[in-house]
């Protein structure tokens, strides 16, 4: 986001205007349209409000922008041609299409997090710099002669790549598959979308975990999905009620993320994977396991994959590089029965031909190599240790306050807060304070949980981070 120079001899408020200016005649606010108040742009440009007060002033006075008590602070329609245009209303284009935006309090993290990149950040969901193979892949792409050919690759993904994942797969996961039942992805995200927007239909009733991740993604109302839920506790999912849902509402499919549960943490148990296995077989319904985190268990086990005692062919597999690896890599992937991963690959042709070639050389090369394995032993051992201080921390500043169970692998830490406290009070004190976290609502639980990510803060600010989020509910504590 753009900052006025403070070492410029040019007064910041000549800055501001400036650059109004400039992004209203590039159209970024078209005639009309209504602008930042005065507090909050002072807040996202680090300013007084008197500054910005001034600011408007100016623009005023230029004729470019209009304001009127109780509307705000507009472009003038009158200021850019002797004759009044008519100029699309893209507010309501922003507001409609049929694709929904992310949920407030996720969109409020991220403009927390532009504004102000210095907050303790326990609520993205992903690995820190120190935690990715940095070194290991600088040194591949150094030894590899990568791109030979620039052009569009295989729908389904990078040959070489989708090779090196079958050898993968069955050695960490004990999954038997083979090339051309493998589709990779930019990430379980879009593997997810391609699987609700190509293989369902609005109307149709699946089935999620309560909490769950998938709860949290639009993507899923946006296609017109009707959600029912099977509570998450200390075993995992409990598939206790889905014959019932099935009888009741005709559910169509499963989505289960069994291994260090998101957000919870939470393994499925295996009596419960038996009872999960033989009712979606009973009942012909298909089970998306979404696996992002099974090799991070801190003690180095190797947890089963449903998928890999799936006999009757009934699990669409998701797997991805980011929380193993690094995110930016964008590198995903998917095993389904072939029909599946034709028409998946022929949908994602058209939306984007294909990812790039490089990313999947490189991801192919890094699977293949003498580096995975002791990248992951490392990668364990410091989320482990990242862990540990944030239990520290937890026990030192709110040793009364919260209650959790103590996650084995992954990456989130899912505590519910004693006494219950307003989840958008809470965030927004938060915020003041210097920390983000997810709000549990936000998974579809009630409110008064959160969600504390560790793999993302420093290891040095995980203690200070907690201290922070200390001081905002002690603030809201009665």
């Known amino acids: 986001m753009w900052k006025p120079d403070r070492q410029s001899r040019k007064p910041v408020y000549e800055q501001i205007t400036d650059h109004l200016e400039q992004r209203i005649a590039y159209g970024e606010f078209p005639p009309g349209s209504l602008l930042p108040s005065e507090r909050k742009l002072a807040e996202q440009l680090g300013v007084n409000r008197s500054t910005v007060i001034l600011a408007f002033s100016e623009l005023r006075a230029l004729g470019i922008i209009e304001s009127r008590s ?7 329609q009158h200021k850019w041609g002797a004759t009044p245009r008519h100029t699309p209303n893209w507010k309501r284009y922003a507001e409609g299409g049929s694709f929904l935006p992310n949920v407030p309090f996720l969109r409020r993290i991220r403009e927390a997090l532009q ?58 996961r004990g999954i038997q ?7 990779i992805t930019s990430g379980s995200q879009q593997s997810l979308f391609l699987i609700t927007q190509c293989l369902l239909s609005p109307g149709d009733a699946v089935a999620i975990e309560d909490p769950s991740y998938a709860y949290s993604l639009p993507m899923f109302q946006s296609a017109g999905l009707r959600l029912f839920r099977l509570p998450v506790d200390h075993d995992g999912m409990c598939p206790d009620d889905l014959h019932a849902l099935y009888k009741k509402h005709r559910i169509k499919m499963i989505f289960t993320n069994p291994n260090f549960q998101n957000p919870t943490g ?43 005692v799936d006999s009757t062919g009934s699990i669409i597999y998701i797997g991805s590089l980011s929380k193993i690896a690094a995110s930016g890599l964008r590198i995903g992937w998917m095993v389904a029965p072939n029909a599946i991963v034709e028409r ?23 699977l293949s190599s003498e ?68 709000p549990g609502s936000v998974y579809g639980s009630d409110s008064g949980f959160v969600r504390f990510t560790f793999a993302r803060a420093k290891t040095e600010d995980i203690g200070p981070g907690i201290a922070r989020f200390a001081k905002a509910l002690r603030t809201l504590t009665p």
């Not at 109780?70 to 003038?76: K, L, M």
């Not at 003690?299 to 089963?304: D, E, I, M, Q």
């Open 344 to 366: 998946l690959a022929d949908a994602r042709q058209q939306m984007d031909f294909g990812l790039s070639v490089i990313p999947q050389q490189v991801a192919a090369q890094f």
């Open 266 to 308: 939470m393994v499925l148990h295996e009596e419960r994977r038996a009872k999960l296995l033989e009712a979606a077989r009973e009942l012909g319904l298909p089970i998306v396991e979404d696996d992002p985190y099974s090799l991070t268990d801190y003690n180095g086990l190797t947890r089963p994959s449903l998928k890999s």
């Open 70 to 76: 109780g509307s705000g602070t507009r472009v003038s």
């Open 177 to 183: 598959t083979t090339e051309s039942s493998i589709l």
């Open 371 to 438: 580096h995975f394995e002791p990248h992951l032993d490392r990668l364990r051992m410091q989320l482990l240790y990242k862990r540990d201080l944030l239990i520290e921390a937890l026990q030192k500043e709110l040793p009364d306050a919260v209650q959790y169970e103590i996650p084995q692998g992954g990456i989130h830490m899912w505590c519910k807060l004693i006494p219950e406290i307003h989840d958008a009070k809470l965030l927004e004190e938060a915020i003041k304070h210097g920390v983000v976290f997810v």
């Open 115 to 172: 504004q102000n990149p210095s907050l303790i950040d326990f609520a993205s969901g992903e690995l820190s710099g120190d935690l990715s193979p940095l070194n290991e892949i600088a040194a591949l792409m150094r030894e590899h002669h990568y791109a030979s050919y620039l052009g569009y690759v295989d729908p389904q993904g990078y040959m070489p790549l989708r090779q090196a994942l079958v050898a993968y797969l069955d050695k960490y």
